[in-house]
């Protein structure tokens, strides 16, 4: 079994900058692929960064040139540095990867129960 936990969201003024982590624990051989997504209010969740094999990264448009995700394969952690913060990037953030728990195992896919941002105007 693998667990995801987010940290780092809060309450931040337009303008400004947070740096989520979302720690991976548990039966982990290797993270193949990780991403972040949020849901706004009333909204339903969607993508915002990916970081793939060889580390190749994807932003959605809303985000790009603002926010970088990231990843520290030593400590099975991945982060999403958000500059210059704006009002509807408020949400919750929720972590995603996919785990491959044994060398000869598959990748599995797990959710982290998401850290909350808020951005004030």
């Known amino acids: 079994q693998v667990h995801l936990v987010e940290s780092g969201g809060g309450l931040v003024q337009a303008g400004g900058s947070l740096r989520l982590s979302c720690a991976a624990s548990?039966?982990?051989?290797?993270?193949?692929?990780a991403g972040w997504h949020r849901q706004a209010p009333g909204k339903q969740r969607e993508f915002v960064a990916h970081?793939?094999?060889?580390?190749?990264?994807d932003y959605a448009d809303s985000v790009k040139g603002r926010f970088t995700i990231s990843r520290d394969n030593a400590k099975n952690t991945v982060y999403l540095q958000m500059n210059s913060l704006k009002p509807e990037d408020t949400g919750v953030f929720y972590c995603?990867?996919?785990?491959?728990?044994?060398?000869?195992?598959?990748?599995?896919?797990?959710w982290g129960q998401g850290t909350q941002v808020t951005v004030s105007s």
């Open positions: 995603n990867a996919g785990v491959q728990s044994t060398h000869w195992g598959g990748v599995n896919s797990y």
């Open positions: 970081i793939g094999s060889g580390d190749t990264t």
């Open positions: 548990g039966s982990i051989f290797s993270i193949n692929y």
